[in-house]
């Protein structure tokens, strides 16, 4: 066999390999994530998917500017029968605060590919637990519940300067564990009672982490 031959064989060769590795490739999942208008969310999960380094899967995070449930989930259903087949899944994420409409947008997902992803009383409790373990009731001398999550002394102690804007990226990186354990234990004792606090923003973040094949985060 010439020189010619040989190289021509050896490249042919190397194309198919390229194909079947290609054609062994998993598609990448599609993963909708729709939450209430303020930046705190976009941040967290945008400096998560960083830290994950998450290539195997296609993560959109999409503002809905109207900050009350039924609305993030009516505009996640939008966007679903706007593109039936493009997503794998699409999680809501909200507050339970004292949002009159919250029963409402639990209902609006049933019999859909939606999930909610609930924080009572609101996103910040999931922060709080980066730090503290606690299971103490917000708002009940009437006051704003997020307010005294945010005033609560582990909070301010750790997340310093806090802002819609805030970067996450230490805090992530240096407690997301102790998150992720606080959280499913308080959630095992309030979350099917519904009972308060508790947050489901523990299922989306460990959802995040099986993608990117990050077993301890």
């Known amino acids: 066999m010439g020189t010619d031959d040989l190289l021509k064989k050896r490249k042919a060769g190397a194309q198919e390999s390229h194909k079947r590795n ?9 993963i909708l994530i729709v939450y209430e208008g303020e930046k705190t969310e976009k941040n ?20 809905d500017s109207n900050p009350s449930p039924s609305s993030v989930v009516k505009y996640a259903k939008q966007k679903l029968k706007q593109n039936p087949n493009e997503y794998d899944a699409i999680y809501c994420v909200f507050d339970r605060d004292r949002h009159r409409d919250f029963n409402k947008a639990l209902n609006m997902v049933k ?6 992803i609930v ?8 922060i709080l637990l980066h730090f503290n373990k606690t299971k103490k009731i917000f708002g009940i001398s009437g006051g704003s519940p997020c307010k005294e999550v945010q005033e609560e002394k ?24 102790t998150a992720i354990n606080y959280a499913k234990e308080i959630n095992s004792q309030n979350e099917a009672q519904r009972q308060t606090p ?9 959802k ?10």
Do not use: M
């Not at 924080?119 to 999931?126: A, I, K, R």
């Not at 909070?155 to 300067?161: L, Y």
């Not at 508790?198 to 460990?206: D, F, G, I, R």
């Open 22 to 30: 290609t054609k062994n490739l998993s598609p990448k999942q599609v």
């Open 198 to 206: 508790y947050t489901q923003v523990v299922v989306l973040v460990e």
């Open 154 to 177: 582990a909070f301010r102690k750790n997340v310093k300067n806090y802002a819609k804007d805030y970067d996450f990226k230490e805090i992530i990186t240096q407690h997301l564990e």
């Open 44 to 63: 967290y999960f945008e400096t998560l998917k960083k830290q994950l380094n998450l290539t195997n899967a296609n993560i959109i995070i999409d503002p």
């Open 208 to 217: 995040l982490r099986e993608l990117a094949g990050d077993k301890k985060g």
């Open 119 to 126: 924080s009572d009383p609101c996103f910040e409790f999931w």
């Open 111 to 116: 019999n859909t590919i939606i999930q909610t």
